[in-house]
Nanobody, 129 residues
Framework: QAQVVESGGGSVQAGGSLKLSCVAS????????MGWFKQTTGKEREVVAV??????????ADSARGRFSTRVSRDGDKNTLTLQMNSLQVEDTAMYFC????????????????????WGQGIQVKVSS
């Protein structure tokens, strides 16, 4: 059964760094796309980054560009998408969710034309001033 499991996150002061990891297993672990989204209370979930599970294709939101980076790695039948977050700002405080999908239409998943099918439970990131 396809699933994604997030880890990392926590609390950090502004200007600091955090790393989030997402492990995908099942039929979403290869040939498709994985992504990170963030959501704060009362706001809609917004995309942060989307990568192809085979690597080489990355889409980053404007708010993440220049500060965040992603890396895709494979271990057996599992795929990991890492989100390295640097120069964190108070505005980055949110619940972060990992998502995966069998579709290779990573751009359409990134711009919201196509929904991700598998979602994680979410992980909290808190940035204090």
């Amino acid at each position: 059964q396809a699933q994604v499991v997030e880890s990392g996150g926590g609390s950090v002061q502004a200007g600091g760094s955090l790393k989030l990891s997402c492990v995908a297993s099942g039929d979403v672990a290869s040939g498709g796309c994985m992504g990170w989204f963030k959501q704060t209370t009362g706001k809609e979930r917004e995309v942060v980054a989307v990568d192809h599970t085979d690597g080489g294709i990355t889409f980053l939101a404007d708010s993440a560009r220049g500060r965040f980076s992603t890396r895709v790695s494979r271990d057996g039948d599992k795929n990991t998408l890492t989100l390295q977050m640097n120069s964190l700002q108070v505005e980055d405080t949110a619940m972060y969710f990992c998502a995966a999908d069998k579709s290779a239409e990573c751009y359409n998943l990134f711009v919201g034309r196509r929904p991700f099918s598998i979602w994680g439970q979410g992980i909290q990131v808190k940035v204090s001033s």
